[in-house]
């Protein structure tokens, strides 16, 4: 015969040691919303399972409630994790009215004399919860493995790990929620199929699951956002320098080797000095962003633009003739303008230069063509786009 305490006792230690592994990777990786909502959740388990020792006690009227409404709130805060890995929160308009009705069925259901009082409310949101968790898990596991990469491989087993843990925790919930309202928890029915000895170990199983899955996506996550540090623009999100030419110098072999039209065109802000002096940096700062915004709102798949410094952005456009990337250019620029119209007093333009992808030229040399014409555009009176070695202006 298990006794009840003990493995209560067991699956404390359990929680709680796999809390001080979450906060010891939390604190490593800054603070990861998963990790926090996850440690969060063990605490809320560890209470409601030390809450429930206090079963056959005077204190059970009181215990009883309390540890069901701790153990939704702990089913809560899973979810509230998986849905963290997309910025996503959960409503208080579900939290509070799902942790609400465990304490009043508990209060309700006379747990002084009934262990199980608002069991049937317990196990339905409990497992409701965490089922809901691990559907955010699939979805996520689904869309990253539609979008497969050799980089995120690890990250899809984690996101699976923690899918299969979350729906094991449902599945095993739904059925003894199945056998509580057939025959109630003294069956042998219940017993054998949900039985304190049984729930033990599925928890303590998918929290180890679980707590290594949130672990590694946390590490995922804090490794992705050192990766974005390093190639992108910490101002306007598009890529840095160094990323920015190892791309645009992959982007013009590859279009060499398809022989498919490319063009460069490098492009900055018409009197962006004017803007820092009489407006301050903060204003500036803002052009800029919105300038990349408008970049990148013109460009298509596998095709890049990025920050050389300053007010200078370069992007690359493939299967296009040079016509066809000066137009864009000058879509920028008007989606730019717009975008700031009424907002934003004497708000700058832009200039950009175009230069062809002449097959064997190095990015060295034809980005030095399209600086030149877009020397050619300052010199025309800003506020337009020259393409390099044409014989009159495009706008």
């Known amino acids: 015969m298990i006794d009840p305490m003990s493995v209560r006792l067991a699956l404390a230690i359990v929680v709680g040691l796999a809390a001080v592994h979450t906060v010891i990777v939390l604190r490593r990786t800054s603070g990861a919303p998963i990790l ?11 209470v409601s399972t030390v809450l429930f020792m206090g079963n056959g006690s005077a204190a059970q009227a009181v215990t009883v409630p309390l540890a069901n409404t701790t153990g ?19 409503s208080r308009w579900v939290a509070i009215p799902l942790a609400a009705g465990a304490l009043l069925t508990g209060v309700l259901g006379d747990p002084g004399h009934h262990t199980w009082a608002g069991g049937a409310y ?8 965490v089922g809901a968790a691990g559907a955010e898990m699939w979805r996520m596991w689904l869309a990253e493995r539609r979008a497969a990469t050799g980089s995120n491989g690890s990250r899809r087993g984690a ?20 056998a509580f309202i057939a025959q109630g928890p003294d069956s042998e029915l219940f017993q054998t199929v949900g039985g304190t000895g049984q729930t033990t170990l599925v928890l303590i199983a998918t929290v180890t699951a679980v707590t290594l899955a949130a672990a590694h996506l946390a590490e995922a996550g804090q490794r992705e956002e050192l990766r974005l540090r390093a190639t992108t623009d910490d101002l306007t999100g598009v890529l840095g320098r160094a990323e920015l030419l190892a791309r645009a110098d992959a982007l013009l072999t590859d279009a ?23 407006r301050g940096h903060a204003e500036g700062d803002k052009a800029l962003v919105a300038f990349a915004r ?31 990337a000066a137009a864009r250019a000058d879509a920028v620029t008007r989606r730019f303008v717009a975008s700031q119209a009424g907002t934003v007093p004497d708000a700058p333009t832009a200039s950009h230069g175009v230069a062809p992808a002449t097959p064997g030229d190095t990015l060295e040399a034809i980005l030095g063509r399209a600086d030149d014409a877009l020397y050619e555009a300052k010199a025309a009176g800003r506020n337009t786009v020259r393409i390099h070695g044409a014989a009159r202006p495009t706008a």
């Open 36 to 46: 926090t909502w996850w440690a969060r959740a063990l605490v809320a388990y560890g």
């Open 72 to 90: 939704v709130i702990g089913g809560l805060m899973v979810l509230r994790a998986a849905r963290s890995l997309r910025g996503a929160s959960v």
């Open 122 to 129: 317990f196990l339905g949101a409990m497992g409701g919860a």
């Open 159 to 178: 996101l699976l790990t923690f899918a299969v843990a979350a729906t094991v925790y449902a599945v095993f919930y739904a059925v003894r929620l199945l």
């Open 256 to 278: 060499a080797r398809r022989a498919v039209g490319c063009a460069v065109v490098v492009s900055d802000l018409d009197f962006f000095k004017r803007v820092n002096d009489t």
């Open 294 to 324: 408008a970049w990148q709102a013109e460009l298509g798949d596998g095709e890049v633009v990025g920050r050389l410094g300053g007010d200078e952005f370069v992007a690359v456009m493939v299967d296009v003739t040079v016509a066809e």
